[in-house]
Nanobody
Framework: EVQLVESGGGSVQAGGSLRLSCTVS????????MGWYRQAPGKRCELLAT???????YYPDSMKGRFTISQDHAKNTVYLQMHSLKPEDTANYYC????????????????WGQGTQVTVSS
């Protein structure tokens, strides 16, 4: 069974930093994309960053600068380092394997974790 478990969320003041972790089990493939997404109440699921097995990263233009995705193959873990957090970053953060957003909600296609909540106060 494929499992993705996110951790590292919590409450932080604006300007602070958090590092999210996503540990994967039960999945092995040569060419996949791991991604971080987020969804705030009433908003569409938003792609934050992806990384493939070779370490090639992708960030949407709107996400460049404050977030960094990385991975540790030995630990089967993908990280999202977030800096200079803002109240508008408040959301539930998800990791996914080959994730696709179709309906606007996180979890449409691919393998997804349950999410970890990040709350940024002003």
């Amino acid at each position: 069974e494929v499992q993705l478990v996110e951790s590292g969320g919590g409450s932080v003041q604006a300007g602070g930093s958090l590092r999210l972790s996503c540990t994967v089990s039960g999945f092995a493939a040569d060419d996949v994309h791991m991604g971080w997404y987020r969804q705030a109440p009433g908003k569409r699921c938003e792609l934050l960053a992806t990384i493939n097995n070779a370490g090639v990263t992708y960030y949407p233009d709107s996400m460049k600068g404050r977030f960094t995705i990385s991975q540790d193959h030995a630990k089967n873990t993908v990280y999202l380092q977030m800096h200079s957090l803002k109240p508008e970053d408040t959301a539930n953060y998800y990791c996914a394997i080959d994730g696709r957003v179709i309906s606007g909600s996180c979890g449409d296609l691919g393998y997804w974790g349950q999410g970890t909540q990040v709350t940024v106060s002003s």
